[in-house]
């Protein structure tokens, strides 16, 4: 017990000491108390700024406060000289007012015993509904001079159509009807044919075409229009072709996507086109053909910059009836820009294209009458057209327009002589069968050439007076063929001066055409030949004078100059022809 009352005296006397500290003495800081300024440059943000209210507060002193005005006027009588003058109406002088009647009939006979005839039917309802019929019938007796063959013509067109505008949309349908009679007179001046071979020759050929065509427009929808046409042509050589044409245009609104944009516009095509012919030129077999396309063309315009701008594209599918392997699909551009320079004065323009065309036996014939009925039909593929130029209007009464192009085409159509089978004596072949009419060297077959062309076009119109314009136009080619030696029976220039005055009692017009060189080709007995058609001027006046605004007389001169040349080879035109009638106007017959 003492002992443990030791070791706790000892452990308390132990952590006393350890407690207590040695006295030192304190000693004063010598380090006095600064202010430091710390100076770097300033970033200000947008944060830091003092923000106004939206509607301040503002309070005025008394002293800037705005003070109320007050006005008095002081009348006091002043004496004037001023005189009121009344003005007088100024009006501009439109011309007197030409009555516009619903009928014509126009009878007329020329020299070359050159019956015409003319008339226009036309009526409307009260419904917004019209129909008309038109009629025009020309021939002519022998009218070339010098051919040993008949160059007589004869052409009869008949049209009739109806016309009616519902609520919402307006359709329409006609019928067209044409007879068209030619001869095949241009014999082979380099074969003496007997008078015997010339009498048993039939050089006549008629054409026959029966149309029936129908549209509607729908403007308030997104399709704004489609037609159709139904054909059927044939000729006196038991040929005979059917064709249906079917297109119509969409309208594509991108508004209501929410975006601000112009329409988009789709046109679709389809044609189906069929026929045969009885016999070909140097085999004796039926000719047949058929083709069926499908046509698309997107196009989006729109303005930017004061440039007008079309982009689009044309893609067809063409299918062969007769031979499969010429089914193919064909694309094109559809670009152009436009852009005035000077506003109005010069507008310059530029662009791409291209498409598909058909060649019918009907179309062919169209533009040279004297084919054979024996022809091998392709279509012509328009591979590019690019084109640039620049029209605009010089003052108010001249109007121009200037154009460059270069275009590549497929299978492109030229007209060449067919070699004659009889030797001016013969008339038969040797398996029994006679000469038709057209295989005396007098027609024409279609060649096709693979062409690339450069052209220039140029055109130019003045309104001299109210009453007085004139103006011209011309263009020039130049192809670079594939295969073929020359552009057979096609111009590389050709020109045309138009003017026509007008006046209450008078009226004259006249056309001046000019045609440039020309190829053709002519075949001797053992080979052919390639001969010069030259060029040639052709002047042609009209006018007439007004009775009363019922009747009328008229005067057509065609060739006046009396010039001979050659439309196509060995076709020599008719000379000076001058056709005299008598046109009655009126609005009703009853």
């Given at each position: ?20 500290k040695p ?6 800081d010598?380090?006095?108390?600064e ?9 200000p943000k947008?944060?830091d ?19 109320e ?8 009588p ?8 009344s ?13 516009i ?18 008339g ?6 009260p ?13 002519s ?19 009739l ?13 006609g ?52 037609d159709?046409a ?11 072709e059917?064709a ?6 969409f309208?594509i ?17 389809t ?19 058929g083709i ?24 067809y ?21 436009s852009?005035?320079?000077i ?37 012509t ?22 154009k ?17 089978k ?22 024409f ?22 009453n ?67 060029s ?7 006018g ?47």
């Open positions: 017990m003492k002992k443990f009352i030791v070791l706790i005296t000892l452990f308390v006397s132990t952590l006393a000491t350890a407690q207590k006295s030192v003495s304190a000693k004063k010598s380090i006095k108390t202010v430091v300024n710390v100076v770097t440059s300033y970033a947008v944060s700024a003092f923000k106004i209210k939206r509607r301040p507060t503002i309070n005025l002193n008394k002293d800037i406060e705005k003070k005005l007050t006005y008095k006027i002081i009348s006091v002043v004496a004037s000289t001023f005189v009121p003058k003005g007088t109406l100024k009006g501009i002088n439109v011309g007197k007012k030409e009555r009647f619903d009928n014509y009939i126009a009878v007329g006979f020329g020299n070359n015993i050159t019956p015409f005839a003319e226009y039917m036309h009526s409307s309802t419904f917004d509904s019209e129909y008309g019929a038109g009629l025009t019938f020309i021939s007796y022998d009218p070339v001079e010098d051919t040993k063959l008949s160059s007589s013509f004869l052409n009869i067109d008949f049209d159509f109806f016309k009616q505008e519902e609520r919402y949309f307006d359709w329409g349908m019928v067209d009807i044409e007879i068209n009679k030619h001869n095949w007179y241009g014999l082979p001046t380099n074969i003496e044919f007997a008078e015997a071979t010339i009498n048993t020759i039939k050089e006549s050929q008629i054409y026959k075409s029966y149309k029936i065509f129908g549209n509607v427009n729908i403007p308030d929808s997104n399709i704004k229009n489609a159709i139904v054909r059927y042509f044939s000729d006196s050589f038991e040929s005979s059917f249906i044409d079917i297109n119509s245009l309208q609104p991108l508004g209501r996507a929410g975006y601000d944009l112009e329409d988009i516009y789709l046109g679709f095509s044609n189906f086109m069929g026929g045969h012919f009885a016999n070909g030129y140097d085999v004796r077999n039926t000719k047949k053909y069926f396309y499908v046509g698309l063309n997107p196009y989006y315009k729109f303005k930017y910059n004061d440039f007008d701008i079309k982009i689009g594209a044309k893609a599918y063409s299918m062969d009836k007769e031979n499969s392997k010429n089914s193919k699909f064909f694309a094109y551009p559809d670009v152009s820009i852009h005035p320079v506003h109005k004065i010069a507008n310059l323009y530029v662009g791409a294209s291209g498409d598909f065309n058909v060649n019918s036996h009907q179309s062919l014939s169209e533009k040279n009458p004297f084919v054979s009925p024996t022809l091998t039909l392709l279509p593929n328009e591979m590019y057209n690019f084109f640039g130029g620049i029209k605009g209007v010089l003052t108010d009464n001249v109007n121009y327009n200037v460059a192009s270069y275009k590549n085409e497929e299978n492109k159509s030229f007209y060449v002589l067919h070699k004659s009889s030797d001016g004596i013969n008339i038969g072949s040797r398996d029994g069968f006679f000469y038709k009419g057209y295989e005396y060297g007098n027609s077959d279609v060649v096709y050439d693979d062409v690339k062309t450069v052209s220039v076009f140029g055109e130019i119109s003045y309104d001299a007076t109210r007085v314009t004139i103006g011209f136009s011309g263009k020039y080619d130049n192809y670079t063929l594939k295969n073929t030696q020359e552009a057979w029976n096609t111009p590389q220039l050709k020109a045309d001066f138009f003017g026509k005055y007008k006046a209450d009692k008078w009226f004259v017009a006249t056309n001046i055409y000019f045609v440039g060189d020309r190829k053709g080709l002519i075949y001797n007995t053992t080979d052919s030949k390639t001969i010069s058609l030259k040639y001027i052709d002047i042609n006046i009209n007439g004078y007004h009775f009363n605004p019922l009747l009328s007389v008229f005067v057509k001169a065609n060739n006046i100059s009396n010039t001979k040349y050659q439309r196509f080879t060995n076709f020599n035109a008719q000379g000076i022809q001058v056709i005299g009638g008598i046109i009655w106007r009126f609005d009703t017959l009853f």
